[in-house]
């Protein structure tokens, strides 16, 4: 909670890998967990005569999310030169899009507290990642791997529109849904797909002028981007009301700490002597292709989940849950193209399926369950072959050892349903054990449950509960032991 009579402003610069398999001005590949330094050439490494040569497929995936995104994306673009001195870029200068990006305004649309809000964009621009330095603290020295070097990025620029650590974060997420679902980037947080600067500053209510904002650099979690925000509010509300100063500043977070720390004072445009490339050309893009790249985008989240609301009378909640990926979506919608009823398969997703590979870590993709096999085992409780706990059972040999929910039937035997054979157990118990059954007569309903259970006992809980409780009825209803 922010404190009483002050409100934060806060703007967020989201930088996201592009899913190009080479870099974005030279052909040099790459590739998460390669060897350091191994995604290398001389364009790379700023060697003297070489020339950038633009990636055609980064402005290409640049654009569908610019569409996705509302934004004005602009069929002529540049790029410019941001100038700095730090070993991570050996060329000592950024290639980016800073007078001319390839897209301006548009919109992230997220639910915050269940109210939907569009949270304005104020550009997307393209531009070359950079190298990652390590610090080794023990040995005293900084070591700096240029695999990254080079590869493509956007950096989508909000408008200081939020006023919340949850706000940013709702932020993030829908973002984050969007650039996987057109496929531009493969969104993997923890290998740096996705990663946030946020700017934070504070004010009174009702003051329009804006405070001294910081910088918040590189967090790559949901969970830490609330965090960092909630601490820099805070600290920066307690220094003004102890009568210091916020300094404009670049600060890093540590979420072991729960704190953040100042890295170095924050430039500004000017500092970075932005001008033109001379090497690159104008990014000029024709009608046909334009139009191509529009006209290719796939159903957007939340279309998606208004569709499944709408069309397979889901629960916002159901729905918002089976659209937080694509991949998620995609195999919920392959389980009903099986024939299943579509709330049956959400309850079995929600349920059973995501809450064991949230327990394993694991996403939806890397499931051993597919969704056909997940179909099938539904198929089978839905015709009577398998009781929901028999289902249960099959469902974790499905995930443990690969088998089919068939072959777990054939290996187990089904759920017996004969209304004959059941009778015939239930004359058994019951005559098993007459006291209780004189008890339940004289009106000892509860026993009903001991009756279940003793059923359920003898058949190694395969027998059909509801054929089970019917016939107990029937046999127990009147007479004499």
């Given at each position: 909670?922010?404190?009483?009579?002050?409100?934060?402003?806060?703007?967020?610069?989201?930088?996201?890998?592009?899913?190009?398999?080479?870099?974005?001005?030279?052909?040099?590949?790459?590739?998460?967990?390669?060897?350091?330094?191994?995604?290398?050439?001389?364009?790379?490494?700023?060697?003297?005569?070489?020339?950038?040569?633009?990636?055609?497929?980064?402005?290409?995936?640049?654009?569908?999310?610019?569409?996705?995104?509302?934004?004005?994306?602009?069929?002529?673009?540049?790029?410019?030169?941001?100038?700095?001195?730090?070993?991570?870029?050996?060329?000592?200068?950024?290639?980016?899009?800073?007078?001319?990006?390839?897209?301006?305004?548009?919109?992230?649309?997220?639910?915050?507290?269940?109210?939907?809000?569009?949270?304005?964009?104020?550009?997307?621009?393209?531009?070359?990642?950079?190298?990652?330095?390590i610090h080794d603290g023990r040995r005293?020295?900084?070591?700096?791997?240029?695999?990254?070097?080079?590869?493509?990025?956007?950096?989508?620029?909000?408008?200081?529109?939020?006023?919340?650590?949850?706000?940013?974060?709702?932020?993030?997420?829908?973002?984050?849904?969007?650039?996987?679902?057109?496929?531009?980037?493969?969104?993997?947080?923890?290998?740096?797909?996705?990663?946030?600067?946020?700017?934070?500053?504070?004010?009174?209510?009702?003051?329009?002028?804006?405070?001294?904002?910081?910088?918040?650099?590189?967090?790559?979690?949901?969970?830490?981007?609330?965090?960092?925000?909630?601490?820099?509010?805070?600290?920066?509300?307690?220094?003004?009301?102890?009568?210091?100063?916020?300094?404009?500043?670049?600060?890093?977070?540590?979420?072991?700490?729960?704190?953040?720390?100042a890295m170095r004072s924050k430039e500004?445009?000017?500092?970075?002597?932005?001008?033109?490339?001379?090497?690159?050309?104008?990014?000029?893009?024709?009608?046909?292709?334009?139009?191509?790249?529009?006209?290719?985008?796939?159903?957007?989240?939340?279309?998606?989940?208004?569709?499944?609301?709408?069309?397979?009378?889901?629960?916002?909640?159901?729905?918002?849950?089976?659209?937080?990926?694509?991949?998620?979506?995609?195999?919920?919608?392959?389980?009903?193209?099986?024939?299943?009823?579509?709330?049956?398969?959400?309850?079995?997703?929600?349920?059973?399926?995501?809450?064991?590979?949230?327990?394993?870590?694991?996403?939806?993709?890397?499931?051993?369950?597919?969704?056909?096999?997940?179909?099938?085992?539904?198929?089978?409780?839905?015709?009577?072959?398998?009781?929901?706990?028999?289902?249960?059972?099959?469902?974790?040999?499905?995930?443990?050892?690969?088998?089919?929910?068939?072959?777990?039937?054939?290996?187990?035997?089904?759920?017996?349903?004969?209304?004959?054979?059941?009778?015939?157990?239930?004359?058994?118990?019951?005559?098993?054990?007459?006291?209780?059954?004189?008890?339940?007569?004289?009106?000892?309903?509860?026993?009903?449950?001991?009756?279940?259970?003793?059923?359920?006992?003898?058949?190694?809980?395969?027998?059909?509960?509801?054929?089970?409780?019917?016939?107990?009825?029937?046999?127990?209803?009147?007479?004499?032991?």
């Open positions: 909670m922010i404190p009483e009579g002050w409100e934060a402003v806060i703007g967020l610069e989201i930088h996201v890998q592009l899913a190009t398999s080479s870099k974005l001005f030279t052909s040099a590949a790459h590739r998460y967990g390669d060897s350091p330094n191994e995604n290398v050439d001389p364009v790379v490494l700023g060697m003297p005569g070489v020339l950038p040569v633009l990636n055609k497929r980064a402005v290409e995936l640049a654009m569908r999310v610019g569409f996705a995104l509302d934004c004005e994306v602009h069929q002529t673009s540049r790029f410019d030169r941001k100038h700095y001195f730090y070993a991570d870029l050996p060329k000592g200068y950024q290639i980016t899009q800073q007078l001319a990006p390839i897209c301006t305004g548009g919109a992230v649309v997220a639910t915050v507290d269940g109210v939907e809000r569009a949270f304005k964009l104020n550009r997307i621009h393209l531009e070359e990642d950079a190298g990652k330095t005293g020295i900084s070591l700096v791997d240029y695999n990254r070097a080079g590869v493509p990025l956007i950096e989508v620029v909000s408008e200081p529109d939020m006023r919340t650590s949850e706000e940013a974060v709702a932020f993030m997420k829908a973002l984050h849904q969007v650039v996987v679902a057109t496929g531009s980037s493969h969104g993997d947080m923890e290998k740096g797909n996705f990663r946030c600067d946020a700017n934070v500053s504070v004010r009174p209510v009702g003051q329009t002028e804006l405070g001294t904002r910081t910088e918040m650099k590189n967090i790559n979690s949901f969970r830490f981007v609330g965090r960092a925000i909630s601490s820099e509010i805070h600290r920066q509300i307690d220094l003004i009301e102890d009568g210091g100063k916020v300094v404009q500043e670049t600060r890093l977070w540590d979420d072991e700490a729960g704190m953040s720390r500004e445009a000017h500092d970075y002597r932005y001008f033109p490339d001379p090497d690159l050309m104008a990014v000029e893009v024709d009608d046909a292709t334009y139009e191509r790249i529009r006209s290719s985008l796939p159903e957007l989240p939340r279309a998606r989940q208004k569709r499944f609301e709408e069309e397979l009378s889901l629960s916002s909640y159901d729905a918002a849950l089976l659209t937080q990926s694509r991949a998620r979506a995609d195999y919920f919608e392959g389980v009903i193209a099986a024939g299943i009823e579509a709330k049956v398969a959400a309850n079995w997703m929600a349920g059973e399926l995501l809450g064991r590979l949230n327990k394993e870590d694991k996403d939806i993709d890397e499931s051993p369950v597919s969704a056909s096999a997940l179909a099938e085992l539904l198929r089978l409780l839905h015709e009577g072959k398998l009781s929901g706990k028999m289902g249960k059972k099959a469902f974790s040999a499905m995930m443990d050892e690969g088998v089919s929910a068939s072959a777990w039937l054939k290996s187990n035997g089904g759920q017996i349903t004969d209304p004959a054979i059941i009778a015939e157990i239930v004359e058994r118990v019951v005559a098993t054990h007459p006291g209780q059954a004189v008890e339940f007569r004289a009106g000892k309903e509860q026993l009903m449950g001991f009756f279940v259970g003793q059923v359920m006992k003898e058949t190694r809980g395969k027998a059909n509960p509801q054929a089970v409780n019917a016939a107990l009825r029937a046999a127990l209803k009147g007479g004499t032991s």
